[in-house]
């Protein structure tokens, strides 16, 4: 079998403790990647740590610039230089937009946002000087589709997408590339927050739609599995995506009917 292309490459994957973070973790693991693996929560990082010794915990909030630029500057003196970063961490708050708080607001604007901001600007001035590297930030399908009840978090993943296209338009001629995964519902602990005492109805309600909520269902049928979302995104960061920049990927079975 011919060695993956990831084989020796530095990844740093934020939000790596769990979920889809932890999925996009154990898909580069498996193409030989070393994982930069950062996450506010230790326990978590430490769990996936032990599963491979390809997995290097760093400990860290993705909203404070600082603690994030001395990351990325340890890592490499660590790790070496970073060929792929994905921008997973994110928290979702919920609420009519009429009465979500200033710290519900900030807060997530800190993480979605600023974190992506934070994690690209430090990797990508790396990236640039040296002439090559991917960046995938993973947005959300609630960016391009008006959903109630998730005015801040839709609002703070549209500026990350934007960010991160923006991004790529300046770095496209110093070799990087930079794009979005913008996933549907998927099956994790955030999706699962959601779903509240009858885990089996808010499922089949995901699934078939509520109109009540003016969500049309997912055409495919199905909740994604994180793996789902790490197949495109290993896509994205990989050579066979060399000529795609700046594009928005929707892994959501349909759910936006592409809208
Ligand atoms: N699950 C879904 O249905 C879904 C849908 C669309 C988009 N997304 C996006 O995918 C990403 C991953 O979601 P998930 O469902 O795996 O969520 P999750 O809540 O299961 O995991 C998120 C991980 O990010 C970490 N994290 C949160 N804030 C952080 C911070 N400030 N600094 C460092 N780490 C932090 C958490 O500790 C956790 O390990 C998020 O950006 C989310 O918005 C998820």
Known sequence: MPQSEFAGVVAMVTGAGQGIGAAVVRALVAEGAVVAAVDRNAGSLAGLAEESTAVHPYVLDVADS???DTAVELMEDQLGPIGVLVNVAGILRTGLAVELSDEDWSETFAVNTSGVFHASRAAGRRMAARGRGAVVTVGSNAAGVPRAGMAAYAASKAAAAMFTRCLGLELARSGVRCNVVSPGSTDTEMQR?????????????????????????????????????????????????RHITMHDLYVDGGATLRA
């Open 193 to 241: 927050a959601l779903w509240g005492e009858d885990p089996e109805a808010a499922e089949r309600r995901v699934i078939d739609g509520d109109l009540e909520a003016w969500r049309v269902g997912i055409p495919i049928g199905r909740i994604a599995a994180p793996a789902d979302i790490a197949e495109a995104v290993l896509f994205l960061a990989s050579d066979r995506a």
């Open 66 to 68: 600082q603690a994030v």
